[in-house]
C-alpha cells in the first residue's frame, strides 16, 4: 500500500474476503491508485461502519468498495451516510447460488444508489473505482485506454 | 395507539409500507400489548435508524419489528445496534417474486440473527412478538393459548 | 448439557443435522442458558413431535430451536402446538441452493409464526433464543452487551 | 357430494382454496368417485388434521389429496400419519413465483413420500387419485381410457 | 429381481441414474414387490419409451417409476400413453439447483398427472409405488404399518 | 395459410397458444414461408405428436416450431422423433415467472437439441426458422438483409 | 434538455424503456447535469451503438447510463467500448421476476465492469451519475450533500 | 481442423471455455462438417466479435456457435451483426446455478433470435449445426438418420 492518501476506500465485512479482494488490490497497484483496506462488518461492528463512511469524503477518499456476503448490507450502509460513490461486491456466501448477496447489494431504494458489479469480482469493482477516479485525470484514462488495448489482445485479469 | 409506554417498536421503510403493517397494529391491540409504529428509511435516515435502535432498549422497547422491501437493510441496522430481538419483515417490493427482500433480511451473518417472518406478514411478526414478550407475563400467555384456540376453530388473521 | 431444567429445547428432524447444531450449542453453554437437545424428525415421528411441541411450554421450556432441511416441516409443527416463540433453521439438504429450506420454513401462514433464521444459521438462532430469555433476565442482557462489545472487537462466533 | 363412503379425502389448509379444488370435485364427480372435502389448516388447526390424518385408513378413505400454500404443510403432515397415499397440491399463495408451495410440498424427507402435482393443479391431482383407485378396479380403469380418448379429441379439463 | 410378474416398471433416462435408483430397488426388495429395471431415454430413444408405457397395463404393470434429469421428460411421457399412475422422480442434473428437473417432471398439463417425489428422492417413489400398490393389498398395508413403526423407532431409509 | 408445401410446422400444445403463436405466422408470411400451424398437445395427444414429428422430414417440412407451456415436452416429443431443426418456444404458463417452461425446453439431454429462444418470443422462433431455410435460398437471405436494416432503422416486430 | 455539452449520455434499448427513464432525467435536471437521451437497441441497432460508445468520450460524455431488459447487454456493450464508467438498469420485461435483466447486466466478465443498479431504478442511476461527475466538483458535491439531507427529512424520489 | 472452407464458426468468450466446446468439435468431425474455432470475447474484444460476425456470412460460414459464462453476451453480438443462423451454449461460470449465462443468452429481444442449447451443452449445439446444415444435403441428412438411429441403440454423445 502506498504512502499516499488514499483514494479508494475497500471495506469487507469479514476477513475471509480478503483472499477474494486481493484482486481489487492488483488492480489498483496496477494503475498507480493509492488505496486503503479495512475489515469493517456492518452488523458486527456498525459503529465503525457508521464512522468510516461518515468521514470517509473529508479523509479524502474519492470512493468506496464495499464487499460482503448472504444479507449483504455493508455496501448500503456506506451509501447512506456517504455521497462518494459506492461500489458493492456480492460475495458469494455458500447458499442460494450467491443471489442473496447480489440482492441485498443492489435493489436498493429509491435515493441511495451502490454501484454493483458481478457476484465475487473483485477485479470490476477496482477497475471501475479507477474509472470514475479517471474522471478529470488524463493520465489515468490514458492507462484506461492501454489496459483496455491490451484487454483486446488477451491480457487475463 | 395506548399512553402506556411502548413495548414493541414498529418501523418501517417507506410510508408506503404502512397499509401492510396495519395488520401487526391490529395484532397487537388485540393483545393489549402497547407499541409504536415510525416510518424511517435505513439507507435515507442512517442517522435516525442509528439512534433509534441504539435508544431501544434504554427507552422501554422490549422487541422491535422492522419492515422493508428490496435490498431490505432495516432489520439488519436495528439488529446491529441492540440487544433486543429485531423481527424482520420482508415486503414484496414487486420484483424478483419477493426474493430480494427475503434474502436481505433473513441471511443474516453469524452473530446478529434477525427473526424473519413470511414476506408481508406483519401479522404473524406481531404474533411473535407477543410470544416474545409473554415469555414472563403469564395473562400474555392465557391470552395466546385462547388465541391459538379461536385460530382452531377458524378465526381467520 | 446443565441439570438445570432446560430453557431452550433444540430439536433437529435428522442425526445428520447434529454438526451444524452443535454451533447453537455452543452459544447457549457460553451464556450459562440450560438446553436440552433431541432429533424428531416431523415426518416420521410425528406423533413424538406432536407430544414435544404440545408438552414444552409445561416443561419450563422458554424458546423451542427447530432445524430442518428440505421440505422442512419441524419448525411448523412445533409452533402450531405451542404458544412458546418458536426458531427455525433452514438446513441445506443439498438441492436448489436451501431455498427449499428456506421457503418451508419462514412462509408460514397467518396466526403461526416462525421466527426464521439465515441457512444452517445454528448460532443465530441460540444467540436470538438468549435475546428472547433475556427479556426479563437483567443479567443475561449484560452479557448480551458483552457479547455485542466483542463481537466488535473481532471476535469469530 | 355422495352418499357413498369416500374414497377420496380431498383437505385444504384455507377456505380461500376452495374455488381452486373445486376443479378436483369435478373430476371426481365426473369418473363416480365419492369423495369429501374439508377445511383443516395444518398450523391453525394441528389436532384436527393430525385426528385426520391418523383416522383416514379405517374410515375407509383409499386417497388423501392435500392442498396448501406458501410453507405448505398440509400434505405432509397428512403423510405423515397415514399409509395411504397422499396427493400434494401446491397452492400460489402469491409470492416466490409459487416455488414456496411447490418446494415444502415436494422436497419431503427420505421414508415419506407425497405425490406432488403442479401448482395450483387440483384437476391432476383428482385424475391421479382416480389412477391410483383404479388399480384392482376395472370399470374404473376403463373410464380412465375413455378419458384418456377424449383427452386425444380435445376435450378440455 | 423376483420371477414373478413385476408390478412395478423403473425406467430411467440415463445408464448414469442407475446407482441413484438402486434406492427405489432396495426399498422394493423389502415390501416383496417384484419390478423390473430399464433404461430409456424419452428423447434418444422415443420409440422404445412409446412402446413401453404404452404395453405397460397389459404387461401387468401396476405402477411406473420414471427418473430423469434436466428437461425430465420421461415421465411425462409415460403419463401420456398409460392410465397407469406414473411417479416421477427429477434427479439432478448438475446445475440450476435441480430446478430443472423438478419443473419439468412435476408441471404436467391439465390431464395428464405425473405423482413427482422430491428431487434424487428414488426411496419415496418407490414407497409411493408400495402405497399404491397395497390400495387392495391387506398384507402390504400391514407391512406399510411396521415400516412406519420402524421409521418412528430411528429406521434409516 | 398459402396453399405452396409449408416448410415450416408450427405446433402448439394447447389453443389457448393461439394468440402468441400469430406473431410466428405474421413473420413467416412477411417473408413469404409457407407454413401450417397445429394444435397438438405432447401428453393428452401423445399419437399425434408422435405421428407429426415421424412424418415432418418426407411431408417437405425444413423446420418444426414448436411451443408450450409448464413442464414443456413438445419441443422435446419433436426433436426426439425427427432430424428437422426444431425450434422451441417457452410459453409463460403463469407460476414460475416462466422458468419451468424455458427450463423444461432448453435443458434437453445430449444429442437431442432443441433451438430455444425466449419466453413467449414466437416472433424470434419464427425468423430464426426463416435464417434456417434461407442458407441455401440466396433470395431469402436478400429479405433477412433488408429486414435487418429495417430492424436498425426502427422497425417494431 | 439543455444546450450544454451533455456530461451523462442515457440510452436505452427500447422506446418503450421511456417512461421508466423520465425518472433518471428528472433527477439530472434537478442537480442541473446536462444530459441526452437516446433508444439504441444492442441488438437491433448494433453499429449505433458500437459507434455510441466508442465516440462517447471524445464527445465529452463523462458517465453513460444504459437500460435495457430480458437479455440485458446494452451496457455491456457500451462497456466493451469506452473506458467511461458505464451505469446499467436491468429494466423488468415481464418474465423471471427480472432475474434475466438484472443477471445479464451484473455477471460482465472480469475486466469489464457494468456499475449495475436496481430493477428499473433509473433514479438511483441518475443519482449515480451525479455522484461520479461530482468527484471533482465542488459545487455538485454540495448539492449532493444537500439532497442527502432532504432525503433525510422525507424527500420522496 | 479440415482444410475445407469451414461451415460452422464456433467463438467462445474465454480460453476457459475450450475444454467444455471440445464436445462440439468431436461432433462436427463425426459428420464431416468442416468448422473453426475462435476465442473472441465480446467484452474484453469487441472489434474482433464485431468484425467476425459482419464478416461470417460472406466468409462463407453457414452457422455460428457462440459460448459464454455470466452475462453472456457473445451469442448476442454475433445474432446483431449477421443473418446466419446463431447457436447459443450459455457456459456455467460457477455462480446462480448457471441461471445469469442461461437468461443472457436466451432472453432476446424480438427480431434477433439466438438458438440456444443447454447449458454448457456443446455437444447439442454442434448437432443443431449439422441439422441446419443439412437442411438441403441429402448425405449429411443420412448421416443424421444414421446418428438417430444409434443413440437409439445406447450411443454415447
Known amino acids: 500500500m ?3 492518501t488514499p483514494l479508494v476506500g475497500i471495506v469487507m465485512g469479514s476477513a475471509s474476503d480478503q483472499p477474494k479482494m486481493q484482486a481489487a488490490e492488483i488492480i489498483l497497484d496496477r ?29 479524502g477518499l474519492e470512493v468506496i ?9 455493508l455496501a448500503g450502509v456506506m451509501a447512506a451516510n456517504t455521497i462518494l460513490p459506492v461500489i458493492g461486491v ?6 442460494l447460488g450467491g443471489a442473496d448477496s447480489l440482492y441485498s447489494t443492489v435493489q436498493m431504494p429509491s435515493g441511495v444508489p451502490v454501484a ?6 473483485a477485479t470490476n469493482a477496482a477497475i ?15 492507462k484506461l485506454r492501454s489496459f483496455k488495448q491490451e484487454l483486446s489482445q488477451g491480457l487475463k485479469v
Chains 1, 2, 3, 4, 5, 6, 7, 8 share one sequence.
Open 31 to 59: 494503475f498507480g491508485v493509492p488505496y486503503e483496506s479495512n475489515v469493517i462488518s456492518a452488523h458486527r461492528q456498525p459503529e465503525q461502519a457508521h464512522e468510516y463512511s461518515k468521514l470517509a469524503e473529508e479523509r
Open 116 to 121: 454493483t458489479v458481478g457476484i465475487d469480482q
Open 128 to 142: 471501475l473505482a479507477v474509472q470514475i477516479i479517471a474522471c478529470h485525470n488524463p493520465e489515468l484514462r490514458e
Open 2 to 4: 502506498a504512502i499516499q
Open 90 to 95: 456480492p460475495v458469494h456466501g455458500g447458499h
Open 65 to 73: 468498495i464495499a464487499a460482503a456476503g448472504r444479507a449483504a448490507h
